[in-house]
């Protein structure tokens, strides 16, 4: 049966899709691994998803050893493979982006810290918190009652906190997961 040709809107679609998870891998790598990592990624994806280890560092201006074990940590999260190449009489080890994980470790990543964020809320609007105005330090009501609501650190008395604004912190963050989520269709 011959393949349905995509229409300019599903291409778009698709393209957008790719720009995003692009960007966002760049970013989580940059978060995850260092800005060092963030290049040595940014560089391969702009090599069309494959490039010789031995143009890699050069080319972001990373040590080699320093290149190998950020290309090696990134390979055992799979987002990176390794092909060895024959060219003449060298061997060139080439790293290629596993698009397939790309997608799925955007998605895990995103909804465990959207399940983190979940709790996180639950916890505030679920409990009394009181807070020491010497060490901003926090306890909940039961804690608090133990330490007969003097601060276990400076003796200070604590002070039940407003989280309103956590709360609304935390429902904007999660809303922001969600949108992008729906942008890339989950």
Not at 7 to 21: A, G, P
Not at 153 to 177: A, G, P, Q, S
Request: proline share 3%.
């Amino acid at each position: 049966m011959p393949r349905k040709k995509k229409t300019s809107e599903e291409s778009k679609t698709e393209h957008l899709r790719l720009n995003y998870y692009l960007n966002a891998l760049i970013e989580i790598v940059n978060k995850m691994y260092g800005e060092q990592a963030g290049r040595l990624i940014k560089y391969i994806i702009e090599s069309n998803g494959s490039a010789p280890e031995e143009t890699i560092g050069r080319e972001t201006g990373v040590k080699s050893n320093e290149a190998r074990k950020i290309l090696q940590k990134l390979s055992n999260e799979a987002l990176l493979t390794c092909r060895p190449r024959k060219t003449g009489d060298k061997v060139l080890h080439f790293w290629h982006i596993n698009w397939d994980q790309v997608g799925n470790m955007l998605i895990n990543k995103l909804k465990k810290t959207r399940e983190k964020l979940k709790i996180l809320l639950d916890y505030e609007e679920n409990n009394i918190i009181y807070e020491c105005p010497v060490c901003n330090r926090r306890f909940n009501l039961d804690q608090a009652f133990d330490y007969e609501f003097k601060c276990p650190h400076d003796n200070e008395t604590l002070v039940e906190t407003n989280r309103t604004e956590v709360i609304d912190f935390l429902k904007k963050k999660i809303e922001e997961i969600d949108r992008e989520l729906s942008k890339i269709g989950v």
